[in-house]
Structure formats: C-alpha cells, structure tokens
C-alpha cells in the first residue's frame, strides 16, 4: 500500500486512505428457526410457550433433563419439516445420522448438553449463498440473568439450524438474505410464526482474518446494525496493525455495539458425543415422501397466469408472504365478489386483482416504509377487511384515487373502515355532471392565460387547469368525467 505523507509530514492523509480502502468482508450467518410441533423433539410435552406467561408449565422429567430419564423416539412431523426445509435450500440430503450430544454448561440447559443432529442436508444454496448444513435440534430453556430464573417450558421444543457459507459482503447482503430465507421458510407453513422467536449468530472476518462470532442477534435491524459495528472495529484494529481475535462476542442492542462473551468454543470444546439413547436415523424413506410447498417462484408464476398482474408486482408480493396472502384473500373474498355491480364477473376480479396489487406493491408499502415498519408489526392496523372495503370503493369509483390515498393514509394508524370515512367525512367522488360544469367554468375563467397556453399548444396546461380543478373539489372530482369536459370546452 502506498502511504503518502502530507506536505507537513503528517501521517494522517495516509490513514485517510486507509478509512477509503474496500475490505473484503466475509459474513456467514447461523439461524435458528422454531418449528412448529403439537409435541416437542424428545418428550410429549406441549410446545406453545410462546402463549403462556407462567413459567415451567410445559415440562417433565425429559425435558428438564432428570437423571436416567430415556427420550422418546424423535418427533417425526419435526423431523419431516426439517427435511423440507433443507430441500427447499437445495441441499443433499444424508441417508443416516446420528444425534450428538453438544455439552456446554449453562443454567437454561439442565441435562448439560444439547441434543443436535449431525447434518439432515448438506451443500444447498438460496440464490447466490451456499448452505453448508441443515440440523434438527432441540431448543433450550430461557435463563433471565437479571432474575436469576429459569423456564423450561422451551426447553426441547423443536429447532432448525441453517448454516450459510461465509458468502455475503456486506451488512446489506447478509440482511437480505436473511430476508429472503425467512420468507420462504414461511412458505412450508410449518414455522412458529410469532414475532422475535428468529435468532441468528453472525460470523465476519476482514481481509481474511479471524472469525468473530456475534451471538443471538434477535431482529434483521438489529443484525445490520451490529454488523456494522463489527466490521468498523476489525477495520479499526487492521488499521492500527492490530488484529482482530478469533472469539465469540455479544451484540448490545441498547448501547449498539459488540462486546465480548468468551474465546470461541472450538468443536473438542462441546466434546461432542452420539446419544447412546437415541437410535440413528435413516433419511432416505422421509425425503422420497416430502410434497414440497408451493416455493415463491412458482407462486409468482401462478399469480401472473390466474390474475394477470404485473410481473414486478407479482415479485413484490411473493417475497412478502403475508402481502402475497392478504392479496389473494382479497381478491378471492366473499365481500368484494357479492358487490360486483358491473361487468362481467371475469374482468371485475382482474381489475380488483389490479387495483389490489399495485395499491398494495405502491401505496401500502410506501406508508409502510414511511413508518419504518413491517406488514406484521403491530403498529399496522391495517388487515384484510379494510383494504377490500377501500379497494371495492375504488373499483366502483366511489371514491378517486386522491382520496383513496388520503384515506389510506388515515387508516394504517387508526384500523377504521374507510367506507364509514367516506360517509362520515362526505368523501364520494363528485361526478355530477353539473356541478363539474359549474366547477369546471369557474376555473377557466380565473385562469384565462392557462386556456391560451392551451390553445397555443402548451399541452402542459391541461394539468395544470385538471390540478386547479381537483383542488376545488378537494381531491373528490372524477378525473375522467373532468377530463371529457374539459376536452369538449377547450374545443378537442
Ligand atoms: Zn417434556
């Protein structure tokens, strides 16, 4: 590297340099995901612990690892949801493996080890990110440190381990990977779906250097800002001649930065064992069987063939499992099909299914992202009911799109029924043809030199006469009618 000192000898232009140079980051993520099962892995104990206050209702002796206690044989709907999930990443599935014992010493773990499978799938990949491996594994309890408390009613409950090579570059990538893994597990439906039950441990090194493991990263937020204060302090050490350490830290969400756990375990530090009590499994016969889900590529296709919709706003839908849902919930719901008032039944669901999908991809998502938010975050009160109610006023043009807008707008935080607002707030669209005259004649008048523009072939003047006439109907006029009007006066 060329370091160049300053005029003054001062070294700093050199480490401004420095600061500007790409590193090549390498981040690799390890994510937990919570399966759903009536049952958990090695016991029959209930697995809704996410639902229950008390602690230590959904336990027995297995579970909470009393001496010489047998498991049951393994959950066998967990095991065939793990075997999906690692075909749907594209793996190769294992023909036999064992279950391990992973010993660590901690107070959410009572046995002293955690049951792990040896790989279910190996080398798979979801776009341009290797899988190393798929496990099935048991969940721990949940130790509250400040309390000193611990609940077991997790612990045993059903986990899948996914393993990405160290393939992403940059805090970006890794979200979205992330993004896009979480929406296609949620496309087996066999996932617990409640919110900040993901967990993931992130692995980054710089330049090559060593790997430094952050632990329990909770949210994709939090994963992106983490990594970033990660791969500031390795740049900062590299930039110092210093090196980063091969060790396993935390991430502080309310301070925002990374701190230290513990050196990383090596594999001989979990001295990992096979469950003498646990038979091997064979693969083979499950995976032969799995039915995979519909994946969203295949449901964008089958979204653009049974609805017409646009490619990119099939696109946006399917990688949005909840927003793919609610659109066809929408288009298919009773409501809106008994209140098709024109045409014949065929078109009217092709032009709901337009007016659903592009307010969706466009006016939703932009309020969303506005609040910097998520569909499912509880801040959102919209839901299924009041999009189709506002969507069927826009159908039957009962309200413009101005106002549909404003109303949107109004019911994301409020969760009320844009009809009731309409009638409320006297929002229908005003296509009366003589009061639109009346309007209409009004604004040509104030705004001679506008209608002379016009005339002299300003064609831009039409909008400006069209804007002028939307304000003083609030937003309300129907934008054809006034146009039809407006051609015939301006002499067209
Ligand atoms: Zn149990």
């Given amino acids: 590297m060329n370091q160049t000192l300053s005029p003054s000898g001062n070294i700093e232009t050199g480490t401004k340099k420095e600061e500007g140079k790409i590193y090549d980051v390498k981040i690799g993520l390890e994510i937990h995901i919570p399966i759903k099962t009536k049952e958990k892995l090695f016991c ?16 027995c002796p297995v579970c909470t690892g ?28 294992n023909e036999k493996i064992f279950v391990k014992r992973k010993h660590y010493n901690y107070p959410d773990l ?21 899988i190393w491996e798929v496990h099935i594994e048991e969940d721990p309890g949940k130790y509250d440190l400040n309390y000193r408390r611990v609940d077991y009613s997790r612990s045993g409950t059903v986990l899948a381990e996914i393993v990405s090579a160290p393939d992403m570059h940059s805090p970006e990538e890794a979200r979205n990977f992330l993004k896009e893994l979480i929406n296609l597990v949620k496309y087996t439906n066999r996932t617990v779906d409640v919110g900040g039950v993901m967990r993931a441990d992130v692995n980054v090194s710089i330049e090559g250097g060593a790997r430094v493991e952050i632990k329990n990263v909770n949210s994709q937020k939090g994963m992106v ?7 500031l302090r390795q740049k900062n050490l590299k930039s110092v ?14 301070q925002m930065l990374t701190v230290p756990l513990r050196t990383k375990e090596t594999a001989d530090d979990y001295r990992y064992l096979p469950d003498p009590d646990i038979p091997p499994i064979y693969l083979k016969e499950i995976s032969e069987k799995i039915v995979l889900p519909e994946t969203p590529q295949s449901r964008k296709k089958r979204l653009i ?15 949005n499992k909840e927003l793919a849902d609610i659109f066809e919930e929408i288009v298919s719901h009773d409501k809106f099909i008994a209140s098709l008032s024109f045409g014949d039944f065929k078109n009217s669901v092709f032009k709901m299914a337009e007016i659903s999908s592009s307010w969706i991809c466009r006016e939703v998502l932009r309020q969303l992202n506005y609040r910097d938010i998520e569909w499912n975050d509880e801040k959102n009160k919209l839901n299924k009911k009041i999009l189709a109610d506002l969507f069927v006023l826009l159908l039957d043009n009962q309200i413009t799109e101005n106002t549909g807008k404003k109303i949107l707008e109004m019911v994301i935080d409020s969760g009320e029924l844009p009809s009731d607002i309409v009638e409320k707030e006297n929002l229908m669209t005003e296509s009366n043809d003589d009061v639109l005259k009346n309007i209409i004649n009004d604004v040509l008048a104030k705004n001679q030199k506008a209608v002379d523009d016009y005339k002299n072939g300003n064609k831009s003047s039409l909008n400006f006469l069209v804007g002028q006439i939307m304000r003083n109907t609030k937003g309300k006029a129907d934008n054809k009618k006034v146009r039809e009007i407006l051609d015939r006066k301006l002499g067209n």
């Fill in 44 to 59: 029959d104990c209930p697995t809704n612990y996410y639902e229950i206050s008390e602690p230590n209702v959904n336990i």
């Fill in 66 to 93: 009393m001496p010489g206690i047998k498991p049951y044989p393994i959950n066998s709907e967990g095991l065939k949801s793990v075997v999906m999930l690692a075909k749907l990443l594209n793996c190769k599935i």
């Fill in 110 to 130: 009572p046995s002293g080890y955690q049951r792990t499978s040896e790989p279910i799938g190996v080398d798979g990949n979801l776009n341009n990110v290797g």
């Fill in 225 to 231: 800002k983490a990594l970033k204060y990660e791969i």
């Fill in 241 to 254: 001649g210093s090196e980063a350490k091969m060790e396993t830290r935390g991430y502080d969400e309310n």
């Fill in 305 to 319: 063939s049974k609805y017409s919709i646009r490619d990119d706003y099939a696109d946006i839908l399917v990688r």
